[in-house]
């Protein structure tokens, strides 16, 4: 019997990939542990390997394909005596078992098939007059009153003072799933024909988008040829949404104090110019400053267990361990890889932690458990020389500690004036689970730790 290889779900939170490449075609044989695709999300890239030996019947989704959705047949393993004409397994999925949300145009939200129609998927606009006949009735008053959504879809939409019965869901059956919500969002979500009776609705969702102006609206700003239009890829697409979200749904504030490095710089240069040397005479490793920041941000938290928190909605989780996320610029967007129990790895550990971390960021080869979670983030932009700055909360953290440059500066101390090397740290606090008084707490026990950093052995 023939065996559908399915698109796989990468993360718990993945609804959709990108098919980036075959390693096989038609005809090939496999055998278990095989590797067979290779699969991109807006964080990663993936290996999929065959789950038995067989030989490949056929190819359902051409390799470039964007927005795949997980469980979709993406391809037929033939078993031993098969045929390709003894492979009908695919079919089922090339036609939709419910009414398809329809396209709206410069949405690409409503090109997003639902997860059981996968082969929409590989047609590109094509695909369009084929949901426009499927939601061409006018929905009656019975399916009106009543919304497919997931419980998660509902409340984002509720949090953003979104319409949910105004979108067109991607999710099966038209069901309305987080990403809907998410391009709805940022005016790029597919919405439902506004009833007859009602004319006046359907205008003003789609000329108030929820985060901001449509592509249409800005570009009719600009001369024709004065720009250049780069669409956005996926990576873009999820960050924007992301932080879209944390901004309308996390209340911020934000705790700023200097913090003097003298002894932190000179603590780095003798731990450094003591690292053993390899045979081509090289040190074996070479602490930063932001390896001193990452250690002290996760022992402060130890230290005040109540801010390293998350914040669950009608419960609050408290940490055992300080999972710290750090920022890593790539092409295009942002990684935020976890240093998993941070406050337990020495400095040399954190070190080569973070560059391995950033160097895998970069070339999208994190597997998903390597950045996601975490119980606070830190962000720095000292290398930049930006004296300092507030970021924005990564949900589901409830802090986000933002690093300057260090520099020299002038002071009074005991009416003498002095120079000594400072650094400003910005805390972003989430207020539902960390208190102002909470947010001090652990921020000062971070400058201590920074200013002192003999007591992060302690």
Known sequence: MSINITMPALSPTMEEGKLAKWHVKEGDSVSSGDVIAEIETDKATMEVEAVDEGKIGKIVVPEGTENVKVNAVIAVLLTEGETAVAAPAAKPAASPAAPQPSATSGSTAAAVPAAVTMPTATVGSAAAPVPQKATAPAPTASTAARVFASPLARRLAREAGIEIGSIAGSGPHGRVVKSDIEAARVGKGALKPAPAAAPSAAPSAASAPAAGMSRQQVTSLYAEGS?????????????????????????????????????????????????????????????????????????????????????????????????????????????TPVVKACDTKTLRQISEEVKDLATRARGKKLAPHEYQGGTSSVSNLGMFGIKNFQAVINPPHATILAVGAGEERVY??????????????????????????????????????????VMMLA
């Open 227 to 335: 720009y250049e239009l780069v669409p956005n890829d996926g990576m873009r697409k999820v960050v924007a949404a992301r932080l879209t979200e944390s901004k309308q749904t996390v209340p911020h504030f934000y705790l700023s104090l200097d913090c003097r490095i003298d002894a932190l710089l000179e603590a780095r240069e003798q731990i450094n110019a003591a690292a053993p040397k390899s045979k081509d005479g090289r040190p074996e490793y070479k602490l930063s400053v932001n390896d001193f920041v990452m250690k002290a941000w996760a022992a402060a938290l130890m230290k005040v267990p109540t801010a390293n928190a998350t914040w669950a909605g009608d419960a609050i989780l408290y940490h055992k361990h300080a999972d710290v996320a750090v920022a890593v610029s790539v092409p295009g967007g942002l990684f």
């Open 412 to 453: 009074a101390e005991k009416g003498q004036i002095k120079t000594g090397n400072f650094m400003t740290v910005t805390l972003s606090v989430d207020h539902r689970a960390v208190d102002g008084a909470l947010g001090a707490e652990v921020l000062s026990a971070f400058k201590s730790l920074i200013e002192t950093p």
